[in-house]
């Protein structure tokens, strides 16, 4: 079973920066494209960036767009989330996760079939 695992989480001041990184090991890291997504407490698990499998192709949720930056490094089985000038808002636990797709960014997490156990970033006001 292939597992997702997500690290680099923790509290960040607002404005502060941060940088997730989820691996995936497996020969098949680079079929597949990843995403990122978070979950408040009591909320629902919302999507915030995906990534094609060559990189071509990226999305993001419009509240982050301009401040977070997705990333991947096939040849190490490791996609990034760059989160820049966090706000309180940003607080969440966030998930990597794999979808059924490899050359689409797609936004559903119905589209999604691995997830990792998640990694909690704290945005301090």
């Known amino acids: 079973q292939v597992q997702l695992i997500e690290s680099g989480g923790g509290v960040i001041q607002t404005g502060g920066s941060l940088k997730l990184s989820c691996t995936a090991p497996?020969?098949?890291?680079?079929?597949?494209?990843m995403g990122w997504f978070r979950q408040v407490p009591g909320g629902q698990r919302e999507f915030v960036a995906s990534?094609?499998?060559?990189?071509?192709?990226?999305r993001y949720k419009y509240t982050v767009q301009g401040r977070f930056t997705i990333s991947r490094d096939n040849a190490n089985n490791t996609v990034y989330l760059q989160m820049d000038n966090l706000k309180p808002e940003d607080t969440a636990v966030y998930y990597c996760?794999?979808?059924?797709?490899?050359?689409?960014?797609?936004?559903?997490?119905?589209?999604?079939?691995?997830w990792g156990q998640g990694t909690q970033v704290t945005v301090s006001s």
């Open positions: 497996g020969p098949t890291f680079s079929t597949y494209t």
């Open positions: 996760a794999r979808s059924r797709f490899s050359d689409y960014a797609a936004d559903k997490d119905m589209q999604y079939y691995l």
């Open positions: 990534i094609s499998r060559n990189s071509d192709k990226t």
